[in-house]
């Protein structure tokens, strides 16, 4: 859903132009235009919500875990000592599109009340320059060793009837079709028995005995590569506040490891389009992008 008034929903759309910190497939964080200090990013949602009440958790989940991430960036490239989070709900809400601001701060900077006084950059290169060192601390920081998790803190394990709930969730962050009813667990339950029954996988990540990810593994024989086994990797996801931390990477080696075993010579994929950062993720984890998916829907 969009509103046509919407400034940050131009943005969102193109419409309106902005300097990006961030770009995923479900958050965006772009340079405030009147900032407290040099760096002061928003974290938005890319579909429209105005109050947090009509946030849906998954989505602000999302929205934390960049937020997060954008605060180390702001450490990385400007120095700054902490950061200041902000988020507004109706009152004194500019812009009725949920958002959280992230400040960098300094010992001393002279901040002092709530939001004033407010600043403009120089023009429109120095935000550029300032977005574009932001972007490439973000960057940087996905591939740093320092923001993995430390060794035997991920398990992967195949998944079981109890862990429905925590995966369908995991799903709706961007697998579920508009037409689907997330609270009917009988369906998705049935769906796992009959995967389960037909000798696909559904792997689990676990991070202190909680459920962080998920990957469908499924199996299937051609003709070509005489009879050769395919293994097609399905929805993976990693809950938005472990992302670059090491759990997809540990989901989809134990996916290889398992394609292998059903004695697999190819293991294969799609990627949304507009998945950009899943896309170098694949890449670092060896995949090619050597064709062109296409998809019908029955």
Same mark, same amino acid.
């Given at each position: 859903m ?7 929903d ?6 309106l132009?902005?300097h990006?910190?961030l ?6 964080a ?7 200090f040099?760096?002061?990013t ?9 109050t ?10 999302l ?7 954008v ?5 990385d490239a400007?120095?700054c000592?902490?950061?200041?989070f ?10 009725p599109?949920?958002h959280?601001h992230?400040?960098?701060?300094r010992r001393?900077d ?13 023009d ?7 977005a574009? +060192?932001? #972007?490439? @601390?973000?960057?940087?920081s996905?591939? =740093?060793?320092?923001? !993995? $998790?430390?060794? %035997?803190?991920? +398990?992967? #394990?195949? @998944? ?5 709930p =925590?995966?369908?969730? !995991? $799903?709706?962050? %961007? ?16 769906? !796992? ?17 909680q ?16 009879g050769?086994r ?6 993976v ?17 134990a ?6 075993e ?15 950062d ?12 050597t ?5 019908l829907?029955?």
């Amino acid at each position: 859903m969009t509103k046509p008034d919407c400034v940050f929903d131009a943005i969102v759309a193109g419409d309106l132009p902005a300097h990006f910190v961030l770009e995923e497939a479900e958050v965006l964080a772009f340079l405030d235009a009147r900032p407290l200090f040099a760096g002061h990013t928003l974290v938005v949602p890319r579909r429209h919500h105005a109050t947090v009440a009509e946030l849906p958790l998954t989505t602000a989940s999302l929205m934390w875990g960049a937020a997060a991430r954008v605060a180390a960036a702001q450490r990385d490239a400007l120095g700054c000592d902490g950061t200041f989070f902000g988020l507004n709900d109706v009152v004194s809400q500019s812009v009725p599109h949920c958002h959280i601001h992230v400040v960098p701060r300094r010992r001393g900077d002279g901040l002092r009340g709530f939001f004033w006084p407010r600043t403009r950059y120089a023009d429109d290169a120095e935000a550029a320059r300032v977005a574009a +060192a932001l #972007r490439a @601390a973000v960057e940087a920081s996905r591939a =740093r060793p320092a923001h !993995l $998790l430390p060794a %035997g803190r991920v +398990a992967v #394990r195949d @998944a079981g009837a109890g862990d429905l709930p =925590r995966l369908v969730s !995991l $799903l709706a962050d %961007g697998s579920l079709t508009g037409g689907e009813d997330p609270g009917r667990l009988d369906a998705y339950r049935d769906a !796992l028995a009959e995967m389960t029954r037909a000798g696909h996988r559904v792997l689990v990540a676990e991070v202190d005995g909680q459920v962080a990810g998920m990957c469908q593994v499924i199996f299937f024989r051609h003709l070509q590569h005489n009879g050769g086994r395919c293994a097609e990797l399905e929805s993976v996801h990693v809950d938005g506040a472990l992302r670059g931390r090491g759990v997809g990477t540990a989901l989809v080696s134990a996916a290889v490891e398992a394609a292998r075993e059903a004695g697999c010579y190819r293991v294969q994929l799609t990627s949304n389009k507009a998945r950009t950062d899943a896309h170098r993720f694949w890449a670092r984890q060896g995949f090619a992008a050597t064709h062109e998916g296409f998809k019908l829907y029955l």
